[in-house]
């Protein structure tokens, strides 16, 4: 028996005749029982029938699918998510004929069924006549997704889901979209879908709208699809165009990830259009007024001006003045007194600085900043503060050949030329006086401002070579020396360090048919005889007449002092006859 807690189904009613004819009088009975039997024999288990709700009682809903019986679904079928029923009394149905009378005296129906067979019956119209259908994502399979048709599962392929590989099939999952049937076969219910198809299809008509609406030089709108280092690609409509790194901004664009992300909508110009290679190139800076448009009159020369460093290079640095417009300031225009090798010992990108403006060039987009020029140049007033015979003290910063470089003040240096390191010695290099980081005094000799040169000397602050050898001999000494140099006319020979005498070739004791380089070498030593000292020419005159020669032994000994000395250079002086 059953429980007394299972709800009871509904007697069945017999329904009455329904012939779709009201008018019955007149018919006999053989005849109204054939006219029910031909309406019944229309009835047939597996199929599908329209009926109309009667009731919902309990775990059953009555139809009355004017059949002889009333047909009994069950509740559950009919039941939302929600748990609510989405039937009521009244309202028409299509149901699945599953059994004409069952132990109840009901006809079992099933709504299920018979909606997964108007399913199928649906997807086979639609396949025949080339129509789209709807569907959703459930889940990723191998080799593409499976799509929920109406309560049939179909097959998506990953080549049919779009024109375009998607990265992210997940992302799909749960999403409703149309579809073309690739394949159908209902005995194996094998469904194959194709999404490709449709949004080729929108994409081509989507184009020529957007064809139709794109002109040069006219203002468009689209969404960013892409960024790349290059540009961004924006989706116009069916078609992407391109818009470059150069037209984003008239300033400076390191990434167009600067500007844009990706699903940005955003407004462009049109700046060229090729309908039939299908290319456009696009531009986002014209939409604003150039800003070299009227730079002469924002940025008149002379003008002090302050930006944003931006860019540092091996020949100056790159200064924004404002988005669009950069200024460079030259490595030669940072500094009055120092020699700027590297602008990064000057200035850092990001840094504030402060010009002015030394050149505009609107045609090549150009314009030059002097960071000196907010200075005085130091060398306008050097001779003020550095006149012609003031003493100075400082530092030795670099040495050549020629002389010695001495920093006077931060980014002023003096020369001492060769010649004013000594009073008679003729160096061959500054080193034999001066080394770098000695710290020397001098004086001013000269001042040229408008060439940027400063001449200092040091002669006097030295000893003088000449005069000390002066006040120590006098005319009738005998002195000893080395050969300095031969030449035709005489021998010069170094008496002292710095100090030379000439040995005319007449006041050589020789053999006369021999020439001086045959009896003589440079460095020989000798002993001579002064018979002529000119303090004011600075000559002593030198004979060996009447000198007794060197001994073996002196000339030893002379040699050894001479090679403890510095080496002499050899003679430019002028010397002549007498």
Known sequence: MPSSDEPKKPKPQSRALDTGNNNLEGLGMEELLNLYDKKMATFAEGEIVRGRVIKVSGSDVVVDIGYKSEGLLPTQQVTGFDGQVKVKAGDEIEVFVERLEDSSGYVALSREKAERMLVWDRIEEAFKADEAISGRVIDRVKGGLSVDVGGVKAFLPGSLIDTKPIKNLDALRGHEYNFKIVSFDKKRTNIVLSRRAIVEVEQAAQKQVTFGRLEEGKMTHGVVKNITDYGVFVDLGGIDGLLHITDISWGRVNHPSEYFNVGDEIEVMVLKFDPAAERVSLGYKQKSQDPWSDVVVRYPLGSKVGGKVVSLADYGAFVELEDGVEGLIHVSEMSWTKKVRNPSKMLTVGSHVDAVVSDVNV????????????????????????????????????????????????????????????????????????????????????????????????????????????????????????????????????????????????????????????????????????????????????????????????????????????????????????
């Open 363 to 578: 045609q090549n987009r150009r314009i030059s900043l002097s960071l000196k020029a907010l200075e005085q140049n130091p060398w306008d007033t050097i001779a003020e503060r550095y006149p012609v015979g003031a003493v100075i003290s400082g530092k030795v910063r670099n040495l050549t050949d020629f002389g010695a470089f001495v920093e006077v003040e931060d980014g002023i240096d003096g020369l001492i030329h060769i010649s004013d390191m000594s009073w008679n010695r003729r160096l061959k290099h500054p080193n034999e006086v001066l080394k770098k980081g000695d710290t020397v005094q001098a004086r001013v000799i000269n001042v040229d401002g408008e060439n940027q040169r400063l001449s200092l000397s040091v002669r006097e602050f030295l000893p003088n070579e000449w005069e000390n050898f002066a006040k120590s001999h006098n005319v009738g000494d005998l002195v000893v020396g080395a050969i300095a140099k031969i030449t035709d006319f005489g021998l010069f020979v170094r008496l002292a360090d710095g100090v030379e005498g000439l040995a005319h070739v007449s006041e050589v004791s020789r053999d006369a048919k021999v020439k001086l380089d045959k009896n003589f070498a440079a460095g020989d030593s000798i002993r001579t005889r002064i018979i002529k000292m000119d303090p004011h020419e600075r000559k002593i005159g030198l004979t060996t007449r009447d000198v007794e020669p060197l001994t073996d032994e002196e000339r030893t000994q002379a040699s050894s002092e001479a090679a403890a000395e510095p080496a002499a250079q050899e003679s430019t002086e002028p010397w002549t006859d007498g």
